[in-house]
């Protein structure tokens, strides 16, 4: 096992993120650092939770984000025993409606900022080794859905990133495994379109189950997971009969799994209360 010890947990103030931070306070002796953009969440939640845990706001696609980060962690902490890369968006559109720049936002949060941030508090993990990292991928990591492209391309590079990492830190102690949930039901992913099914409502998951699956990656020292596991049989058939998952997600069905996504919401919001404004 890898001690859980302090861990960091990014997208910590809603779904997955708040999960893990519940099932980590359960283990006697953790320590947590909850990361996210809205403070007064985390504040809340630290308080909530019966193990020391300090929090800090902080959007991970700021240029000085990785270094306060790890300041904040050396200051209160003094260790990193376990870091989770967690925090995610989704923003849906087709290549011919998003372009590169859906391209380039979702790269910016689900890549780029989990490299920098891993990238930053490395020689902590590998100074507090045996520690693990648990990058929280999806199986859209897999197997892509048509207006989800952006997504996909975000999460296949994180899968791939994290599999030449695990060889990488071997050496150095720092156990790197990634979870990838398929339909998991929260703020940014309502699934509400699944949900409201009795056909499709079993494939949707509580963030309870990819929290648990997180635990056994990173303190666990399992390599990878499906959330849950039969989403494994989407990425197998991808791989060994790819013609029959083109065949199955053409046309209407594709699109019938990609659900909204919180970050639309919050983007038409967004625009409505500019065109309210303009008036
Ligand atoms: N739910 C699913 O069906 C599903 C499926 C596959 C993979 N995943 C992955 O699971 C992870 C967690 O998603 P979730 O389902 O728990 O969604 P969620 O409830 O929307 O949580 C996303 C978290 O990321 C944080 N975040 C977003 N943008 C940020 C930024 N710029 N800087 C710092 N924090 C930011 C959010 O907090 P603030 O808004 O407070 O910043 C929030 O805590 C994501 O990586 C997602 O891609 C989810």
């Excluded at 507090?128 to 492209?149: D, E, Y």
């Excluded at 997971?225 to 058939?237: G, L, M, N």
């Amino acid at each position: 096992m890898n001690p859980p010890g302090v861990t960091l947990i990014t997208g910590a103030s809603s779904g997955i993120g708040e999960a893990v931070a519940r099932r980590f306070a359960a283990h006697p002796g953790v320590e947590l650092v909850l990361v996210a953009r809205r403070g007064e969440r985390l504040e809340q939640l630290a308080a909530e939770l019966p193990v020391k845990a300090s929090w800090l706001a902080v959007d991970l696609t700021d240029d000085d984000a990785p270094q306060r980060i790890l300041a904040h962690v050396e200051e209160h902490h003094g260790r990193l025993d376990c870091l989770i890369n967690n925090a995610g968006s989704a923003w849906r559109a087709t290549f011919e409606e998003g372009g590169w720049e859906n391209v380039r936002r979702t790269m910016e949060l689900n890549f780029d900022a989990q490299l920098r941030l891993t990238e930053a508090l490395l020689p902590l993990l590998r100074r507090s080794a045996p520690s693990s990292i648990v990058n929280v991928s999806s199986t859209a990591s897999r197997i892509s859905r048509p207006g989800a492209g952006a997504y996909s391309a975000s999460k296949y590079a994180l899968t791939g990133w994290t599999d030449a990492l695990f060889f990488e830190e071997r050496k150095n102690g720092v156990h790197v495994g990634l979870v990838m949930p398929g339909f998991i039901e929260t703020e940014g992913f309502p699934a509400a379109e699944l949900t409201g099914n009795p056909m499709t409502s079993w494939l949707v998951a509580s963030p309870e189950v990819a929290a648990e699956a997180i635990w056994e990656v990173g303190p666990g020292g399992v390599a990878e997971r499906y959330v849950p596991r039969f989403f494994a049989i989407a990425a197998f058939i991808r791989i060994l009969w790819p013609a029959l998952a083109r065949r199955l997600l053409k046309g209407g069905m594709g699109k019938r799994f990609v659900t909204s996504t919180g970050a639309d919401a919050a983007d038409r919001d967004a625009s409505e209360s500019d065109a309210h404004s303009d008036r």
